[in-house]
């Protein structure tokens, strides 16, 4: 079960597809954090939502914002995504300990081995505002995360 509203958001340290290390508690008192967790890199709902949020990235990358998405992939993998869709924002990856950061956040389908569709839109003092899940086939709605932000 996912993390809930109003609820500090776990803490992390994972590597980007760069192989820089990003800590969510680096944002805190700085930006809000929209963070995404998608199944994998090359897959067609998935590349759809980083497309879109590449298409609308000033929303969210900005001076009160940051974009952070996660998947099981490893950075290598996301190295290649990024390059080939023109994303660039972090791509973290949470390959290992496999899971361990989607498992904190609640979204990690334990029989297919990655994360289902979660995000959570984190305040400058780390708590949970506002999140969706959805199942690895549905796709979310951007337009939701503008909502949410807008409402901080």
């Known amino acids: 079960m996912a993390i809930e509203v109003g609820t500090p958001a776990p803490d992390f340290e994972l590597k980007d597809n760069h192989g820089r290390t990003v800590k969510l508690s680096d944002f805190r008192d700085g930006k809000n954090v929209v963070l995404l967790f998608y199944p994998f890199a090359f897959t067609g709902v998935c590349t759809g939502e980083l497309c879109a949020l590449r298409d609308e990235l000033p929303r969210f990358e900005n001076d009160d914002t940051q974009l952070l998405a996660v998947s099981n992939d490893s950075i290598h993998t996301l190295r290649v995504f990024a390059e080939q869709e023109g994303l660039e924002y972090p791509l973290l990856s949470d390959f290992w300990p496999h899971g361990e950061v989607s498992r904190?956040?609640?979204?990690?389908?334990?029989?297919?081995?990655?994360?289902?569709?979660?995000?959570?839109?984190?305040?400058?003092?780390g708590?949970?505002?506002?999140?969706?899940?959805?199942?690895?086939?549905?796709?979310?709605?951007?337009n939701d995360y503008i909502k949410a932000l807008d409402s901080l």
């Open 104 to 125: 904190a956040y609640g979204v990690f389908d334990e029989d297919k081995g990655c994360a289902v569709r979660g995000t959570f839109v984190i305040d400058k003092q």
């Open 127 to 142: 708590v949970v505002r506002w999140s969706v899940v959805n199942g690895l086939p549905d796709a979310r709605d951007l």
